[in-house]
T-cell receptor, first 113, second 111 residues
Framework: GAGVSQSPRYKVAKRGQDVALRCDPISGHVSLFWYQQALGQGPEFLTYFQNEAQLDKSGLPSDRFFAERPEGSVSTLKIQRTQQEDSAVYLC???????????FGDGTRLSIL | GESVGLHLPTLSVQEGDNSIINCAYSNSASDYFIWYKQESGKGPQFIIDIRSNMDKRQGQRVTVLLNKTVKHLSLQIAATQPGDSAVYFCAENMSDDKIIFGKGTRLHILP
């Protein structure tokens, strides 16, 4: 499709397991963003890439969170040793770069049991 | 700290009436603002944006107003329809393309 694609749409994991969430941005988009959205809240910034360079990871809650975009296209957000407080929707967005609208995927709903 | 927020968490509007959703921002250096619509189970969808060198911008049935003096942003939706039911977020562009979202306003359309 032409939009941002995220997989899986839903993920259930037991506390302590590692998870990996994938984002396929819009083709040609330079910038890629990850957000965490708790129920009833707005998206909270996690990290941001320009091509393959991670320019800002100030929003990552702990060192259990790791993101990569090795070839400047697809990105993976990995959460190690998951905790219940990691339960949320994880949104990915991409943009052409510079001030301009970000285009979002439909997110991955992560539930930690 | 710096934040973007909204005045009302929920807004109920009669179908066919105009809706006005408000937002206050705190970073006077921000120069780009965006409104997003989020339906249940979906990601935020871009509606309209405005740069700080403008005070008004119109789209199809939507208008965004920016008052830099009081750091206030509003979204007006004309002739509200059932399909407009969603949560609306304003967002503020920070440095390095990063944007900060407010908490959102849920818009209910009354029949």
């Amino acid at each position: 499709g032409a939009g941002v694609s995220q997989s899986p749409r839903y993920k259930v994991a037991k506390r302590g397991q590692d998870v990996a969430l994938r984002c396929d941005p819009i083709s040609g988009h330079v910038s890629l963003f990850w957000y965490q959205q708790a129920l009833g809240q707005g998206p909270e910034f996690l990290t941001y890439f320009q091509n393959e360079a991670q320019l800002d990871k100030s929003g990552l809650p702990s060192d259990r969170f790791f993101a990569e975009r090795p070839e400047g296209s697809v990105s993976t957000l990995k959460i190690q040793r998951t905790q219940q407080e990691d339960s949320a929707v994880y949104l990915c967005a991409s943009s052409l770069g510079g001030p301009g609208p970000q285009h979002f995927g439909d997110g991955t709903r992560l539930s930690i049991l | 700290g710096e934040s973007v927020g909204l005045h009302l968490p929920t807004l109920s509007v009669q179908e066919g009436d105009n809706s006005i959703i408000n937002c206050a921002y705190s970073n006077s250096a921000s120069d780009y603002f965006i409104w997003y619509k989020q339906e249940s189970g979906k990601g935020p969808q871009f509606i309209i944006d405005i740069r700080s060198n403008m005070d008004k911008r119109q789209g199809q049935r939507v208008t965004v107003l920016l008052n830099k003096t009081v750091k206030h942003l509003s979204l007006q939706i004309a002739a509200t329809q059932p399909g407009d039911s969603a949560v609306y977020f304003c967002a503020e562009n920070m440095s390095d393309d990063k944007i900060i979202f407010g908490k959102g306003t849920r818009l209910h359309i009354l029949p």
